[in-house]
Antibody
Framework: EVQLVQSGAEVKKPGESLKISCKGS????????IGWVRQMPGKGLEWMGI????????RYSPSLQGQVTISADKSISTTYLQWSSLKASDTAIYYC????????????WGRGTLVSVSS | EIVLTQSPGTLSLSPGERATLSCRAS???????LAWYQQKPGQAPRLLIY???SRATGIPGRFSGSGSGTDFTLTISRLEPEDFAVYYC????????FGGGTKVEIK
């Protein structure tokens, strides 16, 4: 089955670090870009950035660059979204999604990882 | 950055009615690289339309997309109970941006 499996929900305190994951299966993982999309509580979708697992080339949303780090380990078909110091405003559901081959629309989505940041 | 504005914010309709959702871009979307997604509560988004008018695999024929340049439309010809959800447009002609969404609710 073609799918993206995301890591489980996280509860963290402000200032803590965090790395969440997204593992692809059922397709050639290095052939498609993977993106991360944020959805804050009760809000819309916000593109954060994308990575090409084949060579780890990365592009970030101008509004979010520097706030997170996107990485990949193609040997285990997994991409990561990482924070060095969480803020309460990072509370959201984070989706990973596969970009279509040669085009940047999202044709396969993970189920999302809920990140809650509170003191 | 291309800004996408969706209207209306909320659309109140009855099953069987026609839904027309608008997505307007702040500048022309290259090659009509515009997609539409459906999101139901507690679920991940689902791709409906790409390339402004091409239906994704498995999407029913009552969903159609149209438009070009800066003005795009998603039409649901006859609303089924499972179509009540939030719909987002996304452009991929210049990096990626999403619109703010339109909620289609039961009247």
């Amino acid at each position: 089955e073609v799918q993206l499996v995301q890591s489980g929900a996280e509860v963290k305190k402000p200032g803590e670090s965090l790395k969440i994951s997204c593992k692809g299966s059922g397709y050639s993982f290095t052939s498609n870009w993977i993106g991360w999309v944020r959805q804050m509580p009760g809000k819309g979708l916000e593109w954060m950035g994308i990575i090409y697992p084949g060579d780890s080339e990365t592009r970030y949303s101008p509004s979010l660059q520097g706030q997170v780090t996107i990485s990949a380990d193609k040997s285990i078909s997994t991409t990561y979204l990482q924070w060095s110091s969480l803020k309460a405003s990072d509370t959201a559901i984070y989706y990973c999604a596969r970009l279509a081959y040669h085009y940047w629309y999202f044709d396969l989505w993970g189920r999302g990882t809920l990140v809650s940041v509170s003191s | 950055e291309i800004v996408l504005t969706q209207s209306p914010g909320t659309l109140s309709l009855s099953p069987g009615e026609r839904a027309t959702l608008s997505c307007r871009a702040s500048q022309s979307v290259s090659s009509n690289y515009l997609a539409w997604y459906q999101q139901k509560p507690g679920q991940a988004p689902r791709l409906l339309i790409y390339g402004a008018s091409s239906r994704a695999t498995g999407i029913p024929g009552r969903f159609s997309g149209s438009g070009s340049g800066t003005d795009f439309t998603l039409t649901i010809s006859r609303l089924e109970p499972e179509d009540f959800a939030v719909y987002y447009c996304q452009q991929y002609g210049s990096l990626v941006t999403f619109g703010g969404g339109t909620k289609v609710e039961i009247k």
